[in-house]
């Protein structure tokens, strides 16, 4: 599962967590909405990995997906990290679907696979961690209207 990398902003930032029984999605991006990091992790690393990106980010909001495992994950967060963040739920319906077209756009099919129907192509890696961005980008739209 790769990690992307951007430079560390000198602002606040919001952490995007789409978490999952399995597996995790992280982002950490600005009110900007320049996207400053993504991975997907482990969901056993995911409190470590989240207590490392606070080191490392400025960090003022966790956004969650409010649906399947959110009441534990919030109530995971608060009790295992150091210092507890402020969370907020937003609503994750159809966000994976989101994710899938947001990939190619992220992502685009080189060669031959370009010319495959966007319905039929195999995505090679989990995108909870896109799920995670676009959580962060629909609480941000609630901001402004």
Not at 79 to 89: A, G, H, M, S, Y
Not at 102 to 130: E, F, N, T, V
Request: glycine letters at 4%; one cysteine or more.
């Amino acid at each position: 599962m790769s990690t992307h990398f951007s430079h560390t902003p000198d602002q606040p930032v919001i952490l995007g967590f789409d978490p999952g029984k399995n597996k995790c999605g992280l982002a950490v991006m600005g009110v900007d909405r320049k996207l400053h990091y993504h991975q997907v992790v482990d969901a056993t690393l995911a409190i470590a990995t989240i207590a490392s990106l606070r080191q490392q980010f400025p960090i003022s909001l966790v956004i969650m997906g409010d649906q399947t495992t959110a009441k534990s994950w919030k109530q995971k967060l608060n009790t295992e990290l150091p210092d507890p963040l402020r969370i907020v739920l937003v609503d994750e319906r159809y966000s994976t679907l989101q994710a899938r077209d947001r990939y190619w756009q992220m992502y685009p099919p080189k060669g031959l696979g370009a010319l495959i129907p966007k319905a039929l192509r195999q995505i090679s890696r989990p995108i909870d961690d896109i799920v995670a961005i676009l959580l962060i980008e629909r609480y941000l739209e609630r901001l402004v209207t």
